[in-house]
């Protein structure tokens, strides 16, 4: 007798803000940057290309796992695993974290950049202190401030284009 495995669609928490059934959480031009992704051992996971900011594809995070790709390992990438983390580095500076904080939560903390050299800043701002009033994660787009918004069923969550455009909820 066979057993059925029930998977719901991941939610996934960027800023306050939560992404529920949302394939694709952040992308730029046409390139993903957070995805998620089917995983035939997980069910579902989480997906995010690490360039350096000269366009070279470095690494590649999978859920919990971070893999350097031929190129990162001919430009020097190295992974390092401090207790309940995994630290991507180059040249010394951190490009990418991912902290475990129970069997089924990561966090990540990251600078990423695009292929073609622009820059997205990926924080848990909690941990810089406070901003204005309470506590607060917040998503800043140019002008733009969201926390606290849920976005269901979209096909990108936040679209960010190399003009300078930012589309929001994606259908």
């Known amino acids: 007798m066979e057993s059925l495995i029930y998977q719901q ?20 031009d046409d390139i993903p940057l957070i995805q998620v992704v089917r995983a035939a051992e997980a069910g579902f996971t989480t997906e995010i290309p690490v360039y350096h900011s000269d366009g070279t594809y470095l690494a ?9 790709t031929p190129d990162g390992k001919k430009a020097g990438v190295t992974l390092r695993h401090p207790g309940g983390a995994t630290v991507c580095e180059l040249n010394g500076q951190t490009l990418f974290e991912l902290i475990r904080e129970d069997a089924a939560a990561l966090k990540t903390r990251a600078e990423l950049y695009t292929p073609n050299g622009s820059f997205i800043k ?16 917040q998503l800043k787009i140019g002008g733009i401030t969201m926390m606290d918004c849920t976005f269901e069923g979209m096909k990108i969550g936040v679209w960010v284009k190399s003009d300078g455009s930012v589309a929001v909820g994606v259908a």
């Open 122 to 137: 990926c924080a848990d701002t909690s941990l810089a202190g406070y901003v204005m009033g309470p506590r607060k994660d």
């Open 9 to 28: 669609f991941p939610v996934v928490h960027l800023a306050s803000n939560t992404f529920v059934k949302v394939p694709t959480v952040l992308q730029y």
């Open 60 to 68: 590649k995070v999978v859920g919990s796992q971070i893999y350097a």
